[in-house]
Every structure is written in C-alpha cells, then in structure tokens.
C-alpha cells in the first residue's frame, strides 16, 4: 500500500529541501509520488492504480502519497498547481513530473524505462 506522507517524513524518505537546494534523493529504491486531494475526482480514479502498482512494485519501488490540502508546502515546493500530479524518482538523477490522471499502463511505462532501467544499470 502506498504511504502516506506529511512534510515531515516526506524529509526524511524523499527529498530534504530545507538543508538542500540541489536535488538529493532520500530513498533506497525509485518512488513515485502521487500529489493528491480528497474532493479530486481524478485524483480518487488514480489512487486504485497506485495501490495496484504498489503491489506489482512491491520491494523494487516506493509509492507515496501527499494529500495537497493537507501539506500545502509540500505542494508549492514542487509548484504542484493541479492534481493528481504525479513525481517519478529514479535512484539517480533527476525527478519527473507527470500531470493528470494517467492510464495504468502510462504509468508502468514510465516505472519500466524511467525508474527499472536507471536502477538496474546502476546496480551492475
């Protein structure tokens, strides 16, 4: 199941931005954060597919979730200006955005070249 997340363990599991300005990855494995709200009709179509996901990832990639009436900082940190947006980490390198409320099999693309691929290559 995804976790949920507050700034406070967003810090310590994803991206410390108060002592980094430079993106820092936290994680042990890639993630995919899904910025949502409850009153969001996409947003609720989304989660059952990050849940799913979660299962088929589970112990190769994290899923979070940031509910944006909750942690509005979170939210203006990464300019989240509509939702669902989701952010897809890989272990190295730089972050991606992707909004709207994606098809299932958009996102595993994603998961499998943006996320596997990178980890995979650095783990040999």
Known sequence: MPEHLTKQTFLEKVFDYEKNKEWKFAGTLPAVVDFWAPWCGPCRAVGPVIEELSKEYDGKVDFYKVNTDEEQELAGVFGIRSIP???????????????????????????????????QASAK
């Open 85 to 119: 947006s989701l952010l897809f980490i890989p272990k190295e390198g730089r972050p991606q955005m992707a909004v709207g409320a994606l098809p299932k099999n958009q996102m595993k693309e994603i998961i499998e070249s943006e996320l596997m691929t990178a980890s």
